[in-house]
């Protein structure tokens, strides 16, 4: 399992984050940068000292690899462009790994990740959905979400916009 988290401006919970997610994935890839559509711009790079807390990370844990995503303003991509390079950095699509996308602020408690494991394991699926909290505000918040995070990697995958994984074929 290949964990793919897009992080921007979240010095506040993205350490957590990473240690949370570490004993779950086999390798996690981290990309640095702003992502979102134009009329969320306030920059490429966090400037909240979110940077410097990945590179200490990187330097702590063997399976933390962090990158800076590339300069893509673009109103229909969003994260997908962000997905993509993150698919190239890794070697998941010759492998037929599974990738696991976590925003840094979701969490997911030791049950969680148990079940998920099996759930991965014992499917035929290659798109699976996972209930989790987000939370807002430096944790005074949350409030419950599902998304798509599991997909198992093919060669010639790409994300779309919309951030929907379509194979080579065009399909989902």
Known sequence: II????????????????????????????????????WHFRGNRSDDGTIETLERLEDKYNKVRVFS???????????????????????CAETGDWIFIKDSDEFYMDEQYDKMRKAIEETNKDLL????????????????????RFIRVTPNMCFTPGQKPTYEDGTL
Not at 20 to 30: A, C, G, M, S
Not at 129 to 148: C, D, E, G, L, M
């Open 129 to 148: 959905k996972v209930y989790s909290r987000i939370f807002a505000f430096n944790f005074t918040y949350f409030f419950p979400s599902s998304h798509f």
């Open 3 to 38: 964990g793919f988290m897009p992080v921007y401006q979240d010095a506040d919970w993205v350490e957590w984050s990473v240690e949370n997610t570490l004993p779950f994935v086999d390798e996690l890839i981290v990309m640095e940068g702003y992502q979102g559509p134009i």
């Open 69 to 91: 995503s590339p300069w893509h303003v673009t109103r229909d991509l969003g994260k997908a462009k962000t997905y993509n390079e993150m698919l190239k950095k890794s070697d």
